[in-house]
T-cell receptor
Framework: DVKVTQSSRYLVKRTGEKVFLECVQDMDHENMFWYRQDPGLGLRLIYF???????EKGDIPEGYSVSREKKERFSLILESASTNQTSMYLC?????????????FGPGTRLTVL | EDQVTQSPEALRLQEGESSSLNCSYTVSGLRGLFWYRQDPGKGPEFLFT???AGEEKEKERLKATLTKKESFLHITAPKPEDSATYLCAVRISNDYKLSFGAGTTVTVRA
């Protein structure tokens, strides 16, 4: 069964802190994605990766960076957290070997920056 | 610019009252249209992929259909456990990315 896990369900950080959000998938998927979801704005793509050590900017990469050192793990980094980064963060993975390249999501991390 | 629009924003149904959700898209080179279900505070759960006009997919009380300009998600005789936000997304060309609509929040009252 498809499984994407995220390191924390809830996280509270202070402004200026460095924040790491971890995502692990056990489906041997090539592609991994980080989104944020805010009321009224829907899901917005931050970064994605189509292979180990490869990364591509999404629609809203400012203030974020990512790391993909292993195929199964994709990390989102907030170098200096700000209050406008309070949001629900969702990780997803997919494989081009599937006809639809469907994305499968993790449970999400609700991040609050104070 | 590629766009995905879902309507209505919210739908309140009585148990057993069938209805449809709409997802309209203005993209070129559609490679797949996806439906997801999202419960409050959780990640989206994949439901269906549709590839071409005329295609239909079913799962329990849900049926998704696709035309050249839109997709419908029909909910037949809904139950309270069908209450959720339903998201539609499209993939174009060989892009890895999905473009999501804002979602329709469905509430089914017993």
């Amino acid at each position: 069964d498809v499984k994407v896990t995220q390191s924390s369900r809830y996280l509270v950080k202070r402004t200026g802190e460095k924040v790491f959000l971890e995502c692990v998938q056990d489906m041997d998927h090539e592609n991994m994605f980080w989104y944020r979801q805010d009321p009224g704005l829907g899901l917005r793509l931050i970064y994605f990766s189509y292979d180990v050590k490869m990364k591509e900017k999404g629609d809203i990469p400012e203030g974020y960076s990512v790391s993909r050192e292993k195929k199964e793990r994709f990390s989102l980094i907030l170098e200096s957290a700000s209050t406008n980064q309070t949001s629900m963060y969702l990780c997803a993975s997919s494989t081009p070997r599937a006809k639809g390249n469907e994305q499968f999501f993790g449970p999400g991390t609700r991040l609050t920056v104070l | 610019e590629d766009q995905v629009t879902q309507s209505p924003e919210a739908l309140r149904l009585q148990e057993g009252e069938s209805s449809s959700l709409n997802c309209s898209y203005t993209v070129s080179g559609l490679r797949g249209l996806f439906w997801y279900r999202q419960d409050p505070g959780k990640g989206p759960e994949f439901l269906f992929t549709l590839y071409s006009a005329g295609e239909e997919k079913e799962k329990e009380r849900l049926k998704a259909t696709l035309t050249k300009k839109e997709s419908f998600l029909h909910i037949t005789a809904p139950k309270p456990e069908d209450s959720a936000t339903y998201l539609c997304a499209v993939r174009i060309s060989n892009d890895y990315k999905l473009s999501f609509g804002a979602g329709t929040t469905v509430t089914v009252r017993a």
